[in-house]
């Protein structure tokens, strides 16, 4: 059976490395072997089976050995029918579109380069025609010399061709994942960072925090009467409300303070390298803004308020949970000082 082992050529293009002549060769046959073998099998080339089958191939080429596609496919079953982590494929689509778009801009470079020695030969084959036709002394070795240059060129155009488009799927799919990664990162209604963005960029802080590299500060915002906006006025209404709000806190934060949607009307706002004295000025700065806002609805015109409870990350807290938890009771408070 054959033995699935580390590629060199693979590590190398993961690394980011350039590659030797030699190595732009063996990376084209793999390429050729790799595409001639999904489009006979119809295998779909995702991301996922590029890169995987692109490995056996590495191999396989390589090694200068032959399989039988149904041996190959056996092969690559006995690998991966358990997602074993026999030859340590990272899987993630960035990193599997990168790989690709390494390979393509490789093999692009290499069979343009071929591309050009072959146009040259081709030339000085043809003036070599021409001479030799004159004196009636061309030879059938010059001949087929000749035809050789020119069907290796044909080849080349071919897969010049196979590989732009090529290239144009991996640029259209990094733009598509640039944008899945975009959308899944912020609240669709408000276009600050969604929940599962913020509590991963407070996992960061915090750690640093811990570690005396970095402080910050967190403010946890929630709008008073809220409920009463979403029964008298609607739903709609009420989004109009979180937009506003949202673009208020974008306006009138600093650069590097990062806001985002807790979740429902609940509003956090990470601030790094701030104290909690700094911290509250922004605060009220935002308040202010607020303060200024009227919502116009069904002919009435109504304000915005939020309260809001301010932390600093320090000693007394053990998780960024805690800071939450800290700032939520603040929050409320302030809430209950409003309403009496």
């Keep these: 059976m054959f033995d699935v082992k580390t590629c060199p050529l693979y590590e190398k293009l993961s690394r980011g490395e350039p590659l030797s002549q030699s190595e732009k060769k063996l990376l084209a046959d793999i390429v050729r072997e790799e595409i001639k073998f999904l489009l006979r099998n119809q295998i779909l080339p995702t991301p996922k089976d590029y890169e995987r089958w692109f490995y056996?191939?590495?191999?396989?080429?390589?090694?200068?050995?032959?399989?039988?596609?149904?041996?190959?496919?056996?092969?690559?079953?006995?690998?991966?029918?358990?997602?074993?982590?026999?030859?340590?494929?990272?899987?993630?689509?960035?990193?599997?579109?990168?790989?690709?778009?390494?390979?393509?801009?490789?093999?692009?470079?290499?069979?343009?380069?071929?591309?050009?020695?072959?146009?040259?030969?081709?030339?000085?084959?043809?003036?070599?025609?021409?001479?030799?036709?004159?004196?009636?002394?061309?030879?059938?070795?010059?001949?087929?010399?000749l035809m050789l240059v020119r069907d290796l060129k044909r080849q080349n155009e071919g897969f010049l061709e196979k590989v732009e488009a090529q290239q144009k799927v991996i640029n259209e799919l990094k733009s598509n994942l640039e944008k899945v990664e975009a959308e899944a990162n912020l609240d669709p209604l408000t276009d600050l960072f969604n929940r599962r963005s913020l509590e991963r960029a407070l996992k960061e802080f915090f750690t640093l925090c811990k570690q005396s590299k970095m402080s910050f500060s967190l403010v946890l915002i929630d709008l008073n009467d809220f409920k009463h906006v979403n029964d008298?006025?609607?739903?709609?209404?009420?989004?109009?409300?979180?937009?506003?709000?949202?673009?208020?806190?974008?306006?009138?934060?600093?650069?590097?303070?990062?806001?985002?949607?807790?979740?429902?009307?609940?509003?956090?706002?990470?601030?790094?390298?701030?104290?909690?004295?700094?911290?509250?000025?922004?605060?009220?700065?935002?308040?202010?803004?607020?303060?200024?806002?009227?919502?116009?609805?069904?002919?009435?015109?109504?304000?915005?308020?939020?309260?809001?409870?301010?932390?600093?990350?320090?000693?007394?807290?053990?998780?960024?949970?805690?800071?939450?938890?800290?700032?939520?009771?603040?929050?409320?408070?302030?809430?209950?000082?409003?309403?009496?």
């Excluded at 997602?83 to 343009?112: A, F, G």
């Excluded at 072959?118 to 001479?131: G, N, P, T, Y």
């Excluded at 915005?304 to 938890?325: H, P, R, T, Y």
């Design 232 to 340: 008298n006025y609607g739903h709609h209404v009420g989004d109009l409300v979180l937009v506003k709000v949202a673009k208020v806190l974008r306006t009138n934060m600093r650069a590097k303070d990062i806001a985002g949607r807790w979740g429902g009307d609940e509003f956090v706002v990470i601030m790094p390298n701030t104290d909690l004295e700094n911290a509250k000025k922004v605060l009220e700065r935002i308040k202010s803004q607020l303060g200024k806002m009227e919502i116009l609805a069904e002919g009435r015109r109504f304000k915005v308020s939020i309260s809001a409870g301010v932390v600093q990350c320090g000693e007394n807290f053990q998780s960024w949970l805690d800071m939450i938890k800290e700032a939520d009771r603040l929050m409320y408070e302030e809430k209950k000082k409003k309403a009496l």
């Design 56 to 145: 056996i191939f590495c191999n396989l080429v390589a090694s200068g050995q032959k399989l039988e596609d149904s041996a190959l496919i056996e092969l690559y079953n006995s690998i991966y029918k358990k997602e074993s982590d026999l030859v340590n494929i990272e899987l993630d689509l960035k990193h599997t579109t990168q790989i690709l778009s390494d390979i393509v801009t490789e093999l692009r470079k290499s069979l343009k380069e071929s591309y050009e020695q072959a146009s040259i030969k081709e030339q000085k084959i043809a003036d070599l025609q021409k001479k030799e036709a004159k004196e009636d002394s061309l030879t059938s070795l010059l001949f087929e010399m």
